[in-house]
């Protein structure tokens, strides 16, 4: 494999290196492996189509990313854009390689094994997270994708969850409910869910921006003031509105279980990601399904402990509410009667708050790592 001389820099694709009269120009993967493609076909200007074909060929990202990546590699070659010596932009098609005098050498395998061995352990393994779906956007624009796909997926969550909560009590033997309860309920989900989501995002999207090694606590954190702050409008709004309109006075929750399901989420999804997954980038597939299973189990888990301690969710703020109304056919009794227990009882609570909790865990999970084409 050649290494090339240009200037007073030599590039060696080999050791996946850089250097500048002997230092070593530090460059991230990607940046590198497109400096190492332009200066292959420097005889040619190379049409952008290419470049994502060849260094972002497992990935999607925009021409502004390109753009970034040319900019830092001009700045490490001390290259200027008005009269580049090495790259030239070549207006509506792409970039070219300029420098004239560029000197190829073979390089041995077996020359200069320690330096090599070095640079490539302080180098980001290329072929492990770091190479997964890359996103060069600026943090701020990265913040507002990571809020805009939690309030989807948790909205999406909730939908799912209340049109199923609805159809299975209306298909209940003995129950009251009409199927038409199926799409009130499914409103009701994906509005708390699209709320949740929301207050977990924005929490985990402000928590990127702490030191790596306080990540997964500040997600915590984070995701649990998020989901308190959406708990505690939400319980201040449903009691005031039920007061306001109808004149019926629940206990209703809710600050409470924000702060606990959104600090669940935060944890489930910080021991999940990486730093690169989230702001560099973000898993793809079945990595990225398992991310969100493991939000899902651990703000399951947390419902669990929610619901032990007598403190509902969604669900059962919506039976307490119903009990409390004259005519309503919106109880969950029909629900602990199915499984054994006289009235909407613990081990209903349990179940249903669990099942919400993991629906929404998924969604969340699934929107956070959503990257927009």
């Known amino acids: 494999m050649p290494r090339y001389h240009f200037d007073e820099f030599v590039l060696s ?3 996946r290196l850089l250097l500048r009269g002997g230092s070593e120009i530090p460059l991230i993967p990607r940046y590198f492996d497109l400096l190492v493609f332009l200066v292959e076909r420097r005889r040619e200007a190379v049409h952008r189509r290419d470049i994502f074909d060849r260094v972002w060929s497992d990935v999607i990202v925009s021409d502004s990313a390109l753009s970034q990546a040319i900019r830092t590699i001009r700045r490490a070659l ?3 854009p008005k009269e580049p010596r090495f790259i030239r932009t070549v207006s509506r098609h792409g970039y ?6 560029v000197r190829e050498e073979e390089e041995n395998a077996s020359e200069g ?3 090599i061995k070095v640079a490539e352990a302080a180098a980001p393994a290329r072929n492990t997270e770091t ?4 996103d060069l956007r600026p943090p701020h624009v990265l913040a507002l994708a990571r809020w805009e796909g939690a309030s989807l997926g948790g909205g999406l969550a909730g939908l799912v969850a209340g049109a199923i909560g609805g159809l299975i009590l209306a298909a209940i033997p003995g129950s009251d409910a009409s199927f038409a309860l199926a799409p009130v309920l499914a409103l009701i989900g994906a509005a708390c869910g699209a709320a ?7 929490g985990l999207a402000a928590a990127e921006a702490a030191p790596p090694s306080w990540r997964r606590a500040a997600m915590v954190v984070a995701g649990g003031i998020g989901g308190n702050v959406i708990g505690t409008a939400a319980q201040f709004l449903a009691r005031w509105s039920l007061d306001a309109l109808v004149g019926l006075r629940v206990e209703i929750t809710g600050s409470f279980q924000g702060l606990v399901i959104g600090a669940a989420a935060g944890l489930g999804f910080g021991l999940a990601t990486s730093v690169n997954e989230t702001w560099l980038g973000g898993p793809l597939g079945g990595r990225r ?3 969100a299973a493991v939000t899902a189990a651990v703000c399951g888990a947390a419902a669990l402990l929610l619901a032990i301690a007598g403190q509902p969710l969604v669900g059962g703020t919506i039976h307490a509410i119903a009990t409390a109304t004259s005519g309503s056919h919106a109880a969950l009794t029909p629900l602990g009667r199915l499984i054994g227990e006289p009235d909407f009882g613990p081990v209903s609570r349990a179940i249903i708050g669990t099942g919400e909790a993991v629906v929404f865990g998924l969604g969340l999970g699934l929107g956070l790592t959503r990257r927009p084409k």
């Open 13 to 15: 694709p080999r050791r």
């Open 78 to 80: 001390d290259d200027d």
């Open 96 to 101: 070219r390689f300029v420098y004239a005098d």
């Open 113 to 115: 094994d320690g330096p």
């Open 131 to 134: 190479s997964r779906q890359l």
């Open 196 to 202: 949740g989501g929301a207050g977990v995002g924005a």
């Open 289 to 291: 399904l398992r991310v």
